[in-house]
């Protein structure tokens, strides 16, 4: 028998340490966010406005423009980023371990091109007007809802739902909605529909108001606490489908229950703030980089770091060219891009392979 | 330890007929390989074991109960499975791959007890990979990953153990160690291996496949025929006693290949 060297000591992740430092940056950046942008507003005034709105405390007269940009444009719209950023990152992981890709993002089923599609409908068509101003949000949920049931139905087979069949049918179900929606802007060219496709397809928390918060919060977080709680179960489908039902997971309903899941939360989330890109994707790939794969830490930071990105990213968008506004997507991208491929050229990352 | 009974199990896939009729039983705490060339439905038998694959006929009993009428966790409980898929999606340490091991033990995120770190760290020392515990396993050799993925089964404790060509990227060494491991577990264990004399060394008996049929059965010396390695492999090879063990040993040189009988045309 030869004698065993000693394992390296295992890499030791504070886990309670790194959840609570990154929620104090996540409570900062949220009131810096709010306080910030073409009118600024200190911190301390943000904060006591806020406590004036929460307690239906008094403010001064001449506060009143100050205080309703706070409370009713700027709160529900960086809360909004909050939950968007941290839904997008969770989906994201759950997504790239649903097909076993990882190049999958939420939107890799085609749910983003569907809900443009719908959104687009809806504001041509004037559809669905008994729902007043969420009319083209419920438009987008609904063209999410159906790609999402006809890519399933499409990858539906003996086997359940295959990783590559699900990819290949949402990214063609992604092509046909592009073109049923350039279809519609062909045939009804006004300023409208462009405008709506621009910015379904670029996203942005410009629409935001407080009617829509408390659905997406509670997408969101039932999609954030149902993930984590199968965090073992994704680690498991990580080492293959085969070698999972070996342990007990049952692959098939497995990736059934992801598939609702994830559609549903990408739905809710597109129809209220666009396809906002590249958050889906990178964030899952950048926290894996930091906590090691094990889905227990992914999913516990993924939430934070991607709401602390959003915020950030959407008060750069919102004040670089002020008064004008730039497209999330645009900020994302060339804020996100440039960080994963040093992070990912400095770091042996691998992902299914070298 | 547990009895394990394949009754008459069929497979087709697509209409073909992949496995059919297999009788086979491995007793508890005996060691049973499965041999036969390419394509003879060695895999697709295992598979039905370990539950990649319900069979279209016939029934697996693990001490006499019928495991499809089992939930899945628990039959994971009883049988651990080394498969061919070697390579993970995502770059875990060989610590937490192995940590996985016990998935079906617990609950949802439930954290490993210390029992089970230490028979983890047993099983990774058993495997010699415990100096890479902390290696993500995405980075390591394809016989360092087999020999991760085989601690990974063992700390499963399960009564059967079922692995496909665990051999491969395996060294001299590390076959031999991995087999007599197999031998001394005392586990129930079935194994595909192509080795035949590995096989006949470690087994206490062999089934041999060829077109999806049971052709052969029975201690090694019995089955490990001249003939039989002529009617089934397709080879001319002389069956000689190990001269210090008396198991059966192949021995072959090149052009000894007869028309295959054992592949299809």
């Given at each position: 028998?030869?004698?065993?060297?000693?394992?390296?000591?295992?890499?030791?992740?504070?886990?309670?340490?790194?959840?609570?430092?990154?929620?104090?940056v996540l409570a900062l950046s949220v009131l810096l966010a709010i306080g910030l942008g073409a009118a600024a507003v200190p911190p301390g005034e943000t904060l006591r406005f806020l406590w004036a709105a929460v307690t239906g405390g008094s403010i001064t007269a001449e506060e009143v423009t100050a205080y309703q940009i706070i409370w009713q444009v700027r709160t529900p719209r960086v809360l909004l980023a909050v939950l968007v950023g941290a839904g997008l990152s969770v989906v994201g992981v759950a997504i790239q371990a649903m097909v076993r890709n990882a190049l999958a993002d939420p939107y890799v089923l085609g749910v983003?091109?569907?809900?443009?599609?719908?959104?687009?409908?809806?504001?041509?068509?004037?559809?669905?007007?008994a729902l007043g101003i969420y009319a083209v949000s419920a438009g987008a949920f609904l063209g999410a809802l159906l790609v999402s049931a006809l890519v399933y139905l499409a990858s539906r087979g003996a086997g359940g739902l295959?990783?590559?069949?699900?990819?290949?049918?949402?990214?063609?179900?992604?092509?046909?909605?592009?073109?049923?929606?350039?279809?519609?802007v062909y045939f009804v060219p006004d300023g409208e529909s462009t405008s709506t496709v621009l910015f379904w397809s670029m996203g942005g928390f410009g629409a935001a108001t407080w009617g829509a918060l408390p659905v997406v919060a509670v997408v969101t977080a039932v999609t954030v606490v149902a993930l984590r709680?199968?965090?073992?179960?994704?680690?498991?489908?990580?080492?293959?489908?085969?070698?999972?039902?070996?342990?007990?997971?049952?692959?098939?309903?497995?990736?059934?229950?992801?598939?609702?899941?994830?559609s549903l939360a990408t739905g809710a989330m597109v129809a209220v703030s666009g396809a906002i890109g590249f958050v889906g994707l990178v964030m899952p790939h950048l926290v894996r980089l930091w906590t090691g794969a094990a889905h227990v830490r992914v999913l516990t930071?993924?939430?934070l770091a991607g709401a602390i990105f959003m915020v950030w990213a959407d008060l750069v968008a919102r004040?670089?060219?002020?008064?004008?506004?730039?497209?999330?997507?645009?900020?994302?991208a060339l804020v996100g891009v440039p960080v994963f491929v040093v992070l990912l050229r400095r770091r042996g990352y691998l992902f299914g392979g070298r | 330890m547990a009895r394990l009974l394949l009754e008459e199990v069929s497979v087709s896939i697509g209409g073909a007929p992949i496995v059919k009729d297999l009788a086979l039983a491995v007793e508890a705490g005996q060691v049973v390989g499965l041999i036969g060339p390419n394509g003879s439905g060695k895999t697709t038998a295992l598979r039905c074991v370990y539950r990649a694959l319900r069979p279209t006929g016939g029934a697996v009993w693990i001490d006499g109960e019928d495991l499809s009428r089992m939930p899945l966790r628990d039959s994971a409980r009883r049988i651990a499975a080394l498969t061919q898929e070697g390579r993970a999606d995502l770059d875990f340490t060989v610590e937490e791959v192995v940590a996985l091991g016990r998935a079906p033990h617990l609950r949802g995120n439930q954290a490993l007890s210390a029992r089970e770190r230490e028979l983890c760290r047993q099983a990774m020392a058993q495997m010699e990979v415990l100096h890479l515990a902390g290696r993500g396993v995405l980075s390591l050799s394809g016989g360092?990953?087999?020999?991760v993925l085989v601690a990974r089964a063992l700390v499963q404790e399960p009564q059967v153990l079922v692995l496909d060509e665990p051999t491969n990227h395996l060294d001299l060494h590390h076959q031999i160690r991995l087999l007599s491991m197999l031998k001394g577990s005392g586990l129930s264990v079935l194994v595909t291996l192509h080795d035949l004399n590995l096989a006949a060394s470690a087994c206490d008996r062999l089934a041999v496949l060829s077109h999806g049929t049971l052709v052969a059965c029975g201690p090694p010396a019995q089955v490990l025929t001249e003939e039989l390695l002529r009617e089934a492999f397709g080879v001319e090879a002389s069956v000689v006693p190990h001269p210090l063990t008396g198991t059966p040993q192949v021995l072959y040189g090149l052009g000894t290949v007869t028309t295959s009988k054992g592949t299809p045309e």
């Amino acid at each position: 028998m030869r004698t065993m060297p000693e394992p390296p000591p295992a890499t030791t992740f504070a886990m309670p340490l790194i959840v609570t430092l990154l929620a104090g940056v996540l409570a900062l950046s949220v009131l810096l966010a709010i306080g910030l942008g073409a009118a600024a507003v200190p911190p301390g005034e943000t904060l006591r406005f806020l406590w004036a709105a929460v307690t239906g405390g008094s403010i001064t007269a001449e506060e009143v423009t100050a205080y309703q940009i706070i409370w009713q444009v700027r709160t529900p719209r960086v809360l909004l980023a909050v939950l968007v950023g941290a839904g997008l990152s969770v989906v994201g992981v759950a997504i790239q371990a649903m097909v076993r890709n990882a190049l999958a993002d939420p939107y890799v089923l085609g749910v983003s091109s569907g809900a443009s599609a719908g959104a687009v409908l809806v504001s041509v068509t004037g559809a669905l007007t008994a729902l007043g101003i969420y009319a083209v949000s419920a438009g987008a949920f609904l063209g999410a809802l159906l790609v999402s049931a006809l890519v399933y139905l499409a990858s539906r087979g003996a086997g359940g739902l295959t990783p590559l069949r699900l990819v290949l049918t949402g990214v063609a179900m992604a092509f046909g909605f592009q073109a049923v929606m350039s279809l519609i802007v062909y045939f009804v060219p006004d300023g409208e529909s462009t405008s709506t496709v621009l910015f379904w397809s670029m996203g942005g928390f410009g629409a935001a108001t407080w009617g829509a918060l408390p659905v997406v919060a509670v997408v969101t977080a039932v999609t954030v606490v149902a993930l984590r709680r199968f965090a073992r179960n994704l680690d498991v489908l990580a080492l293959g489908d085969e070698t999972s039902v070996s342990l007990g997971v049952d692959t098939v309903r497995l990736r059934k229950g992801l598939f609702v899941l994830t559609s549903l939360a990408t739905g809710a989330m597109v129809a209220v703030s666009g396809a906002i890109g590249f958050v889906g994707l990178v964030m899952p790939h950048l926290v894996r980089l930091w906590t090691g794969a094990a889905h227990v830490r992914v999913l516990t930071i993924a939430p934070l770091a991607g709401a602390i990105f959003m915020v950030w990213a959407d008060l750069v968008a919102r004040t670089l060219v002020a008064p004008r506004e730039l497209p999330l997507g645009v900020i994302t991208a060339l804020v996100g891009v440039p960080v994963f491929v040093v992070l990912l050229r400095r770091r042996g990352y691998l992902f299914g392979g070298r | 330890m547990a009895r394990l009974l394949l009754e008459e199990v069929s497979v087709s896939i697509g209409g073909a007929p992949i496995v059919k009729d297999l009788a086979l039983a491995v007793e508890a705490g005996q060691v049973v390989g499965l041999i036969g060339p390419n394509g003879s439905g060695k895999t697709t038998a295992l598979r039905c074991v370990y539950r990649a694959l319900r069979p279209t006929g016939g029934a697996v009993w693990i001490d006499g109960e019928d495991l499809s009428r089992m939930p899945l966790r628990d039959s994971a409980r009883r049988i651990a499975a080394l498969t061919q898929e070697g390579r993970a999606d995502l770059d875990f340490t060989v610590e937490e791959v192995v940590a996985l091991g016990r998935a079906p033990h617990l609950r949802g995120n439930q954290a490993l007890s210390a029992r089970e770190r230490e028979l983890c760290r047993q099983a990774m020392a058993q495997m010699e990979v415990l100096h890479l515990a902390g290696r993500g396993v995405l980075s390591l050799s394809g016989g360092e990953r087999q020999r991760v993925l085989v601690a990974r089964a063992l700390v499963q404790e399960p009564q059967v153990l079922v692995l496909d060509e665990p051999t491969n990227h395996l060294d001299l060494h590390h076959q031999i160690r991995l087999l007599s491991m197999l031998k001394g577990s005392g586990l129930s264990v079935l194994v595909t291996l192509h080795d035949l004399n590995l096989a006949a060394s470690a087994c206490d008996r062999l089934a041999v496949l060829s077109h999806g049929t049971l052709v052969a059965c029975g201690p090694p010396a019995q089955v490990l025929t001249e003939e039989l390695l002529r009617e089934a492999f397709g080879v001319e090879a002389s069956v000689v006693p190990h001269p210090l063990t008396g198991t059966p040993q192949v021995l072959y040189g090149l052009g000894t290949v007869t028309t295959s009988k054992g592949t299809p045309e």
